[in-house]
């Protein structure tokens, strides 16, 4: 049988640059033919052969329910037939902003835009306004999008390259960005001990999703807070994976840290193109049209995604939603582990509601420089094994997982059962 995927390959690099519109899609860093995905529903997608694939890519993260949610499919069936896009204010977004803010209490108000680029590239101009300082503090393995002044060094799709920064990013640019090593204390009290008085904010994953899945530890993400606060430059969490991801409150809500802004996306449009930033009111009203700090966007407050990402927030506010999840992706954790220890196979994995990630290595790393001892030939092994029996994680190493409750104890069960097979078969 002719493999449709290789042919679709073949056309999209005719028109489209790697044939892919966003860099890990083109399995560059595993190998082999992307699959051209033709329809999804529930935990599964088919691809361009019909092949039937477990899901746990999500979209990278927004399809939390499953795809195809019968709640989701209406409302946002019934906001098409009123209209694609007016340019106008609409009630919804009013709804949205509102459902937003009651679920994460260091808001008091809300900027809607289209991308988690664009909210963080938004957040990082409103903390340089509003404090009128230069300098900013990201850490080494986090990703915010590819805005200029935040690719340096940046995760994601740059690791999976093995590039430690982008071509066209002049270094002017990226001249006030302070990289530093993710849960290193001495650099975090260094890097305010010399440049304190000139940070404009310090941005960080708090549970980062771009070099796999690891933790700010609890005293790190701590003394981030502190420091901020002593000198006067403002904390930026970067939620646009881990918001209402892994719990209702995010990321600040597992660590019981306040930001002061906090970038949200994914979840939040229901898999359609919608993200967010927000923070206290002295801060957002810094934004136009009230403040001097200008942001502005033509499809922002989309009335077809906001009609998504509201019937999404509300199915995952329902009571349980985030035990039953965390518990299913606890159970996929814990059974990738029992399997890798079955075979001898160094492996660890950690999860957070319904977002996981695994090392084939015997600990959990803090840092970036850690995540990329991984043996990558280990890992494209269990990738390709795990597509072949119909299986579909992440094509790279540096990308966490995600299940959804659309996940059955069925569907886990099978994805454990096949790594088991691969492990004892290395």
Request: glycine share 12%; proline share 5%.
């Amino acid at each position: 049988m002719t493999d449709q995927n290789d042919l679709l390959f073949e056309r999209a690099r005719a028109v489209i640059p790697g044939g892919v519109n966003s860099p890990v899609r083109a399995f560059k860093a595993v190998g082999g033919t992307p699959r051209f995905i033709q329809r999804a529903q529930g935990a599964y997608f088919w691809d361009a052969n019909d092949k039937r694939y477990i899901d746990y890519i999500g979209s990278w993260g927004p399809m939390i329910l499953g795809h195809g949610h019968p709640a989701v499919v209406e409302a946002v069936q019934k906001a098409v037939l009123e209209g694609f896009s007016y340019g106008a204010p609409t009630e919804r977004e009013i709804e949205l902003a509102e459902a937003i803010l009651a679920l994460v209490p260091s808001m008091e108000m809300v900027r809607l835009v289209s991308s988690g680029t664009e909210a963080a590239m938004s957040a990082l101009r409103l903390a340089r306004g509003a404090t009128g300082r230069k300098t900013i503090v990201k850490f080494e393995g986090c990703y915010h999008g590819h805005a200029d002044a935040l690719l340096v060094k940046a995760g994601s799709g740059l690791a999976t390259f093995g590039n430690p920064t982008s071509a066209g990013v002049p270094p002017e640019v990226v001249q006030h960005t302070l990289v530093l090593e993710y849960n290193n204390l001495q650099q975090l009290e260094e890097a305010f001990a010399l440049h304190g008085s000139d940070i404009a904010c310090l941005m960080i994953e708090a549970i980062a999703g771009n070099m796999n899945f690891v933790r700010a530890t609890p005293a790190f993400a701590k003394r981030c807070r502190e420091l901020c606060t002593q000198h006067g430059a403002l904390l930026i969490f970067d939620e646009v994976m881990t918001g209402f991801r892994v719990g209702l409150h995010g990321a600040q809500g597992v660590l019981g840290i306040t930001p002061d802004l906090t970038v949200l996306g994914k979840v939040i449009g229901g898999g359609m193109p919608l993200a967010a930033f927000g923070g206290p009111r002295a801060i957002m009203e810094q934004l136009a049209p009230l403040g001097p700090v200008y942001q502005a966007g033509t499809l922002s407050g989309n009335p077809v995604a906001t009609a998504c990402g509201l019937a999404t927030l509300k199915e995952i506010s329902k009571p349980g939603f985030y035990e039953a999840l965390a518990k299913k992706t606890r159970t996929l954790v814990d059974g990738l582990k029992a399997a890798a220890a079955a075979e001898g196979q160094p492996f660890n994995a950690d999860s957070e509601g319904g977002m996981f990630g695994f090392f084939l290595m015997n600990e959990l790393p803090q840092n970036y420089a850690t995540v990329m001892t991984t043996d990558n030939a280990q890992f494209n092994a269990l990738f390709h094994g795990l597509l072949d029996r119909g299986v579909y994680i992440a094509p790279a190493l540096y990308e966490a997982g995600f299940v959804s409750a659309a996940h059955s104890e069925d569907d886990i069960a099978a994805t454990i059962a096949a790594a088991r097979d691969i492990f004892s078969k290395r």
